[in-house]
């Protein structure tokens, strides 16, 4: 079974690939280094955890690829804009990523920033231009992308994180940070895969994307244990072996809202899979 | 002729005002500081000459306030955005803006540049659920933002100025790096506004915002002039004189695009008020 997922992944990956290659496929020297630097910043790396998400839900509920491609690419854009200003100097301050200078190491800091502003813009400019959607659907993906990745989502949990002071933050805010800065732009990957297909009741997709939200920051958390002592994390608040049961209680119970639902197999084999990882 | 439109810039940027702090009345502790931020850098300054110019077009062209309010908003929010990224260390280096410090000075770098990227990204956010417009309309609003924004438009221009070097800059570059990082959000803002009214065929507005967009940067430079000694603009090609004559040249040729549409006097009328402003 977990080789089954992981080749599923990597054809995804391939898939996801090729498709943001030809999104950021601009040499014209109209745009100086903005490309190079949007380039660095997106591919060749990352499991594409996002865009597998929107490509299997939409798959799951009768839709086509093509209707999920651009939005698959456009989360994985603001993805990627946000780990560009994460690393920057001012926020987390990360020289690598993905095992090679970070974006801002590599290219300079203005650049860096400029690039992930442009990752931003172009992600809302993909997913509003998707041909093979009803407008009205393109539509709702903006305004899905928009919340997820916006203040009641990503960005304000990265503020919340950035603020965070030991001793005052307790952990009914650990889960919300975490629901808003790693949860929420999960949820938008899954939703966006929803609509891609026409599929108007997304309830069991966001409860689904909830839960293996958690579970994926939890197990990350585990895994920087040595490496983020000034963050606020899950073992904060309990052991390593009590983190990894709540991880797999929430993955649990994300198969189980799945349950019924024909062709759900690999979407529980990847929460399965996220569970297990090693890196 | 210059009391009137003084008049209606101040009457508009009273009505911007209260639209954005109705956008940005968020004050639960959930947010920390993030809507502080994004308050500071949006209100109470500036002349809202881009949120005038989307009210204004879609007034010429008959539609309503409520239309065009949200995409006026939200083109605003863009110009908030990229001053509050533009000042940060690694960019400009500003450490006022409109009289008093700037965000990344008051609030901190990553503060800073957080609200910028939740501005943009709420930008998008209002715009796509505008409910006074058709959603066809909407979703041609987040378009027009993209290309504006992105890196054809306002985020491709700074990516010019920045890495610009004097002596390879030749001056049909410096134009094209204006018509991006200044004029394509100027023609943003009129083209919503038009689209707002239902008015379909946009040229003229093009035609219109490209001029005025240009005019106002070639007389940004004149002002400027003693305090940008490292950047590049009209005035290392140029004298001022022969800057100004340019400047009341494009003026004449926007006033001339809109002659003969019933109700253009106000539009006219700001060209001229930009051509003459002292700041």
């Known amino acids: ?43 060749g790396g990352g499991k594409r955890i996002r865009p597998f998400l929107t490509m299997e839900f939409c798959r799951l509920y009768g839709g086509s690829e093509a209707a999920a491609t651009p939005f698959a690419c456009a989360v994985e854009l603001i993805h990627n804009y946000s780990l560009t200003h994460d690393d920057l100097p001012c926020m987390d301050n990360d020289d690598y990523r993905r095992g090679r200078p970070s974006a801002h190491k590599k290219f300079g800091e203005a650049n860096a920033l400029l690039a992930g502003d442009a990752l931003l813009t172009y992600a809302f400019e993909i997913a509003s231009t998707n041909k093979a959607v009803k407008p009205e659907t393109a539509l709702e993906a903006v305004r899905i992308m928009a919340a997820g990745a916006g203040t009641r989502g990503m960005v304000g949990g990265q503020q919340l994180d950035l603020n965070g002071v030991h001793g005052s933050f307790d952990y009914d ?89 024909k062709g759900s197999e690999t979407l529980k084999q990847l929460a399965v899979y996220l569970l297990h990882r090693n890196h």
């Not at 800065?181 to 899954?190: M, P, S, V, Y």
């Not at 958390?221 to 983190?243: G, S």
């Open 173 to 261: 805010t650990l889960l919300r940070m975490n629901t808003m800065k790693t949860g929420a732009l999960i949820r938008t990957a899954c939703l966006l895969g929803c609509i891609a297909a026409g599929q108007k009741d997304t309830d069991k997709a966001a409860c689904f994307a909830d839960r293996l939200g958690l579970a994926f920051q939890i197990i990350d958390d585990i895994h920087d244990e040595h490496t983020e002592a000034d963050k606020i994390t899950f073992l904060n608040f309990m052991t390593v072996e009590k983190a990894r049961s709540i991880a797999k209680k929430l993955t649990d119970e994300a198969c189980g809202i799945l349950d019924g639902i």
């Open 1 to 43: 079974m977990k080789n089954k997922i992981s080749e599923a992944l990597i054809n995804n990956s391939i898939h996801i690939e090729n498709a943001l290659s030809a999104y950021l496929d601009k040499t014209d020297s109209q745009y100086g280094i903005l490309y190079d630097v949007m380039r660095y910043s997106t591919l």
